[in-house]
Nanobody, 120 residues
Framework: QVQLVESGGGLVQVGGSLRLSCAAS????????MGWFRQAPGKEREFVAAISYSGGTRRYADFVMGRFTISRDNAKNTVYLQMNSLKSEDTAVYYCAASRGSIMGAIDYWGQGIQVTVSS
């Protein structure tokens, strides 16, 4: 089993920045592609960003438009999502995810989710 625990969420002003962290249990962290999804009220869960096993490949949703950066530190079993220039529509519950294959395919493990609220 791999447990994913998100942290770093909260309330931020429009245009501000926030960094989410996702800490994973186990020694096999580097064997997983990692990613972030989000879900706003009344909307389906949507893909935000993904990063490959060693951090060499990154993928982002179009709506990020260069505002977000995903990174990972395998020595710390942690993946990060740096969010800049936040908009009100970024308000959602953000979920960390791990996959042995593509993040765009089957997800093996999900975090519990963490609230991000962007206000004016």
């Amino acid at each position: 089993q791999v447990q994913l625990v998100e942290s770093g969420g909260g309330l931020v002003q429009v245009g501000g920045s926030l960094r989410l962290s996702c800490a994973a249990s186990g020694r096999t962290f580097s064997g997983y592609n990692m990613g972030w999804f989000r879900q706003a009220p009344g909307k389906e869960r949507e893909f935000v960003a993904a990063i490959s096993y060693s951090g060499g490949t990154r993928r982002y949703a179009d709506f990020v438009m260069g505002r977000f950066t995903i990174s990972r530190d395998n020595a710390k079993n942690t993946v990060y999502l740096q969010m800049n220039s936040l908009k009100s529509e970024d308000t959602a519950v953000y979920y960390c995810a791990a996959s042995r294959g593509s993040i765009m395919g089957a997800i093996d493990y999900w975090g519990q989710g963490i609230q991000v609220t962007v206000s004016s």
